[in-house]
């Protein structure tokens, strides 16, 4: 069946294009990009569904580079179908899983699995990303050449930092041979020390262990300094910092093939936020001041910060019921995303809308290099439609995420999105 989507606010950033216009999409391609198509003449030649975008944002599919979709191994929390439905509501057209599934995607007889559930299951464009070392254990690389060529988009040791060097080097030096980035998760394992949120003035009222931001800093500074001698593609996830942004705004400033992502909850709170000990508000990293929530936002506003990134990581009630000190890290996120980014950032005048197409779809389709994050002709449909003026309430009881792990259920934001088509095919709507 063929769309025409009436009336939009169309913005790709790939052409620049911000305006009033209709989009016809024919099979599952993108056909035309005019002012008035004719909704008459198109329904005398074919069968169309047409959508009424007035007043509403049409933007390429947005694409998150850091998702956790559990499968296989931990399918109580998330599975590959609730995790893409998940995202599908998200307004999500494609998607990265991490590798730290059990087992890990660490091999192609793994990748190969995982592939065969996307094949079955995945309601949106599902890439996987392979692990860096074997079992994720930091001490011998994967055949990451063989996983490229088998369909890894990008390896990463998510969940950890590859502690090793030297090792790390050396997947560097592969992934620039290959063409693929590095995505890379920023912790030094041993400066940790049992930590479980921000270290500073709330951990030590709640009388919490906590993460100094050197933690993450010194790897920040690691990883740019390897990218820098291996030329290597370096993508810098979930980056919770002041530093993290200092370090990646002198990097670009170098020319250094570096970017960086922002998730939501990070310029969403500050520690002041966390007013109990309440296992919801506990991520890796953490949430972090007042002075680094800030920077992340100016680094967004200034270009420094190139993504938008959930790092979507369900876990069930009972895991995440109780003290920090027990719980494992993670919040869900691909369904209050894009709310956050209207009321955070948007309705704030930190972006414009142009520019919130470009960091949740344009940028992060350059990063994994994929032919999509663009509403030109001739493109794959994968068009996102946001209502920006409706406001609603967080409720985590109507995720279709597992996971119900969350610090804003009960928050009102603004910013709904309407509908999502992957490939040609309305898979949320939201009317
Ligand atoms: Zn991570």
Not at 143 to 157: M, N, P, Q, T, Y
Not at 198 to 224: F, P
Not at 347 to 361: N, R
Not at 419 to 426: D, F, L, M, R, S
């Amino acid at each position: 069946m063929n769309i025409l989507i009436k009336n939009g606010r169309v913005l790709d950033p790939a052409t620049d294009k911000d305006g009033i216009y209709d989009i016809l999409v024919t099979d599952n391609i993108i056909t035309k990009v005019e002012s008035n198509i004719d909704e008459d003449a198109i329904k005398s030649e074919q069968e169309c569904k047409v959508i009424d975008a007035s007043n509403q944002f049409v933007m390429p599919g947005l694409i998150d580079l850091h998702v956790h979709f559990r499968e296989p191994g931990f399918e109580y929390k998330e599975t590959i179908k609730t995790g893409s439905l998940s995202a599908a509501r998200g307004g999500f057209t494609s998607v990265c899983p991490m590798p730290n599934t059990k087992p890990v995607i660490d091999s192609v007889e793994m990748l190969e699995k995982e592939l065969d559930i996307i094949k079955r299951d995945a309601v949106v464009n599902v890439y996987p990303v392979a692990a860096i070392t074997k079992g994720m254990k930091g001490e011998e690389l994967t055949d990451i050449r063989e996983l490229v060529k088998h369909g890894a988009i990008a390896i990463s040791e998510d969940g950890k930092s590859v502690m090793n060097s030297s090792l790390l080097r050396e997947a560097m030096k592969i992934a620039k041979e290959t063409g693929i980035p590095v995505l890379s998760h920023c912790e030094d394992i041993n400066l940790v020390e049992g930590g479980v949120m921000n270290k500073g003035e709330r951990s030590e009222e709640l009388g919490l262990k906590g993460i100094s931001n050197a933690v993450e800093d010194i790897i920040v500074a690691r990883d740019i300094m390897l990218a820098k001698e291996t030329g290597c593609r370096l993508h810098l996830c979930h980056c919770s910092t002041y530093d993290s942004v200092r370090l990646i705004e002198e990097a670009k400033k170098e020319g250094l093939p570096v970017t960086g992502e922002v998730c939501p909850h990070h310029f969403s709170l500050t520690e002041e936020d966390i007013v109990a000990d309440d296992a919801n508000y506990k991520m890796n990293p953490p949430i972090r001041t007042k002075k680094d929530v800030d920077e992340l936002i100016a680094g967004i506003h200034n270009n420094i910060m190139d993504i938008i990134s959930t790092d979507h990581a369900p876990h069930s009630e009972e895991e995440k019921t109780g003290s920090m000190t027990k719980a494992p890290f993670g919040i869900v996120g691909l369904e209050t995303s894009v709310s956050l980014v209207v009321t955070e950032l948007l309705d704030k005048g930190v972006i414009t809308p142009l520019k919130m197409a470009e960091i949740m779809s344009y940028n992060p389709a350059k990063v994994i290099g994929i032919d999509r994050g663009t509403l030109q002709v001739g493109k794959v449909a994968d068009i996102t439609i946001i209502d920006p003026n409706k406001e609603y309430v967080i409720d985590k009881n109507e995720f279709v995420s597992k996971g119900k792990n969350t610090p804003f259920d009960g928050k009102k934001v603004k910013g709904k999105v309407m509908t999502t088509i992957v490939n040609g095919k309305i898979v949320y709507s939201e009317c």
